[in-house]
T-cell receptor, first 113, second 113 residues
Framework: KQEVTQIPAALSVPEGENLVLNCSFTDSAIYNLQWFRQDPGKGLTSLLL?????REQTSGRLNASLDKSSGRSTLYIAASQPGDSATYLCAVSTAGGSYIPTFGRGTSLIVHP | SQTIHQWPATLVQPVGSPLSLECTVE??????LYWYRQAAGRGLQLLFY??????ISSEVPQNLSASRPQDRQFILSSKKLLLSDSGFYLC????????????FGQGTRLTVV
């Protein structure tokens, strides 16, 4: 059974710092890995989707990498801003007949001015 | 464009009362549909998923049930709520047989008192 772990669980940084959020998964036979953002009391917003054949994806100040063989992904946030404060969730869709995403518990990020 | 609607946004229900949460998707056909629950301090737990009308798979045995009466409608129900049913319920969809991203509704905050 796929297990997804996110480290750290919480992070508080001053504005302007570059950040790295980590996601690891136990079963490397994946279809894709997706990073989401969740604001308090809200649903999930998709940030980046990395297919299993890809090594990274970029969107603005966000860059996500994937090392499938080692079961790891990182989300890099450049020049963090207070508006980046949210919980960031990693989800993995595993091979074996379905694409159902399995989620980590998330990293709660606070960027203070 | 595709959109997903989930309602109500918040709900306070007494123990033993019934529950009905509704989710609809617009702008696509034959989606995979999912119900997740997010409890405080825990990750997203998959409750049910559906690949077609009347086709429901349950991931965990519990007090809840799901139905898909129409292609783009997914309903989460309970006959008698328990205190432990409190949580944040999220509906999601993605495209069948395609390695694409998942999209989430805004969630329903259920408090059982």
């Amino acid at each position: 059974k796929q297990e997804v772990t996110q480290i750290p669980a919480a992070l508080s940084v001053p504005e302007g710092e570059n950040l790295v959020l980590n996601c690891s998964f136990t079963d490397s036979a994946i279809y894709n890995l997706q990073w989401f953002r969740q604001d308090p009391g809200k649903g999930l917003t998709s940030l980046l989707l990395i297919q299993s054949s890809q090594r990274e994806q970029t969107s603005g100040r966000l860059n996500a990498s994937l090392d499938k063989s080692s079961g790891r992904s990182t989300l890099y946030i450049a020049a963090s801003q207070p508006g980046d404060s949210a919980t960031y969730l990693c989800a993995v869709s595993t091979a074996g007949g379905s694409y159902i995403p399995t989620f980590g518990r998330g990293t709660s990020l606070i960027v203070h001015p | 464009s595709q959109t997903i609607h989930q309602w109500p946004a918040t709900l306070v229900q007494p123990v033993g009362s019934p529950l009905s949460l509704e989710c609809t998707v617009e702008g696509t056909s034959n989606p995979n549909l999912y119900w997740y629950r997010q409890a405080a301090g825990r990750g997203l737990q998959l409750l049910f998923y559906s690949v077609g009308i009347g086709q429901i798979s349950s991931e965990v045995p519990q007090n809840l049930s799901a139905s898909r009466p129409q292609d783009r409608q997914f309903i989460l129900s309970s006959k008698k709520l328990l205190l432990s049913d409190s949580g944040f319920y999220l509906c999601a969809w993605d495209r069948q047989y395609m390695n694409t991203e998942a999209f989430f509704g805004q969630g329903t905050r259920l408090t059982v008192v």
